[in-house]
């Protein structure tokens, strides 16, 4: 494995816009030469990378970005992550993801997919290149597809939003890093 | 006398421990290692994610206590387990025993793993998931938050389930004390 670059002057940084609640730890990685905008209380936890080479990122209020995921839109279009999305370890997102929704741990979300509203995307499942999920549909095991009815949205935002509280206690934040 | 002084990739500590340079470690202040343990390259281990609600008298500030004679290979990831309780948040401290191994690309977020476990390459353990002594995880299993596997299980598919016993030999094979092909590779 090539040795990792230095966060240093010689990556040039993208132009960012972030909310002044957001908790980003300084690990984390912004690159690319597209706008990255990344609203109120979202926590960007160490080594997520968020790379803006082909497109803008968009990330809205209330999100958690894990560790180890990339995210890079496939193209000038860009990606949307709307309000109170989850975004777990190793997750690859390449498409837009709506809001409430769950992206766990190791999903691919491939070019241009779409993930609808209060989704859930279960541990290495994965949404093709271009395909639509409609909303409140669960994804598990290997690839099997329901439909979530329990209605209970408003309750997981609640709970994040104190996972959110936890996290910022936890997390040091270094935004000052990343905006120019 | 002070241990050698080698630019080798591993970094060696008091207790045996082989820590790769290329890991990425948080809050070291709250992981323990037992001893003899080996990380390897990009393994990122979450101790920064400690107990935000007043630790009880026993629990202390730990958030990851690792036993001796385990192995974390490539790219595995182990973070706390948290949850919402009583209206707060809160990580819980992470156990693991002795000789356990942990492959490549695994997420692990069990509460609770015992010793002589052995966990195949990109596998997930859910959230707080209890793993008792003497089990064997197949690759690609994906363990259900919560779930408990009992002593002398062997587990598969997705979510991942019990689909045989393993013999009660069970406990040579598994363990990781020195074994040829886990120290060749980092030498």
Same mark, same amino acid.
Request: glycine residues 10%; positive net charge.
């Given at each position: 494995?090539?040795?990792?670059?230095?966060?240093?002057?010689?990556?040039?940084?993208?132009?960012?816009?972030?909310?002044?609640?957001? #908790?980003?730890? &300084?690990?984390?990685?912004?690159?690319?030469?597209?706008?990255?905008?990344?609203?109120?209380?979202?926590?960007?936890?160490?080594?997520?990378?968020?790379?803006?080479?082909?497109?803008?990122?968009?990330?809205?209020?209330?999100?958690?970005?894990?560790?180890?995921?990339?995210? !890079?839109?496939? $193209?000038?279009?860009?990606? #949307?992550?709307?309000? $109170?999305?989850? #975004?777990?370890v190793n997750?690859?997102?390449?498409?837009?993801?709506?809001?409430?929704?769950?992206?766990e741990v190791g999903?691919? @979300?491939?070019?241009?997919?779409?993930?609808?509203?209060? !989704?859930?995307?279960g541990p290495l499942?994965?949404?093709? &290149?271009? %395909?639509?999920?409609?909303?409140?549909?669960?994804?598990?095991?290997?690839?099997?597809?329901?439909?979530?009815?329990?209605?209970?949205?408003?309750?997981?935002?609640?709970?994040? %939003?104190?996972?959110? %509280?936890?996290?910022?206690?936890?997390?040091?934040? *270094?935004? =000052?890093?990343?905006?120019? | 006398?002070?241990?050698?002084?080698?630019?080798? &990739?591993?970094?060696?500590?008091?207790?045996? +421990?082989?820590?790769?340079?290329?890991?990425? @470690?948080?809050?070291?202040? +709250?992981?323990?290692? $037992?001893?003899?343990?080996?990380?390897?390259?990009? !393994?990122?281990?979450?101790?920064?994610?400690?107990?935000?609600?007043?630790?009880?008298?026993?629990?202390? +500030?730990?958030?990851?206590?690792?036993?001796?004679? !385990?192995f974390l290979s490539r790219s595995s990831v182990l973070r706390?387990?948290?949850?919402?309780?009583?209206?707060?948040?809160?990580?819980?401290?992470?156990?693991i025993?002795?000789?356990v191994f942990v492959g490549e690309g695994c997420v692990v977020e069990a509460?609770?793993i $015992?010793?002589?476990v052995h966990i195949a390459k990109d596998c997930v353990i859910g959230k707080?998931a209890?793993i008792?002594?003497?089990v064997k995880i197949e690759e690609g299993t994906v363990i259900a938050p919560?779930t408990?596997i009992? =002593?002398?299980s062997l587990v598969s598919g997705r979510p991942g389930v019990?689909i045989? %016993?393993?013999?009660?030999?069970?406990?040579?094979?598994? &363990?990781?004390?020195?074994? *040829?092909?886990?120290?060749? =590779?980092?030498?």
């Open positions: 494995m090539p040795p990792k670059p230095r966060p240093s002057e010689a990556v040039a940084k993208p132009p960012t816009v972030l909310a002044s609640s957001v #908790v980003i730890a &300084e690990a984390a990685s912004l690159t690319g030469t597209f706008p990255i905008k990344i609203g109120a209380n979202t926590v960007i936890h160490p080594r997520a990378k968020l790379t803006s080479a082909q497109g803008p990122i968009t990330i809205g209020e209330h999100c958690i970005i894990c560790e180890r995921t990339q995210i !890079c839109p496939p $193209g000038a279009e860009g990606l #949307v992550i709307e309000d $109170g999305v989850v #975004v777990e997750a690859v997102v390449e498409g837009s993801v709506g809001a409430g929704s769950v992206v999903v691919r @979300i491939g070019k241009g997919g779409s993930v609808g509203l209060n !989704c859930k995307l499942t994965k949404v093709l &290149e271009g %395909e639509v999920i409609e909303d409140n549909t669960v994804i598990f095991g290997s690839g099997q597809r329901r439909v979530d009815a329990s209605g209970t949205a408003d309750a997981r935002r609640r709970l994040l %939003e104190r996972h959110i %509280e936890s996290l910022r206690v936890l997390i040091p934040s *270094n935004p =000052s890093k990343f905006v120019n | 006398m002070p241990p050698k002084q080698t630019k080798g &990739e591993y970094i060696e500590t008091d207790t045996g +421990n082989k820590v790769s340079r290329k890991s990425v @470690i948080l809050g070291s202040q +709250n992981i323990i290692l $037992g001893g003899k343990t080996i990380i390897q390259a990009d !393994c990122t281990i979450r101790g920064d994610l400690r107990r935000t609600v007043a630790p009880g008298q026993n629990s202390g +500030n730990v958030a990851i206590a690792v036993g001796r004679y !385990c706390p387990p948290g949850r919402t309780h009583q209206k707060t948040f809160s990580y819980y401290p992470m156990k025993g002795d000789h509460a609770l $015992g010793s002589y707080f209890i008792k002594d003497c919560n408990v009992p =002593s002398f019990v045989d %016993e393993l013999p009660e030999t069970a406990q040579e094979g598994l &363990e990781c004390r020195s074994p *040829n092909h886990l120290m060749r =590779s980092i030498r």
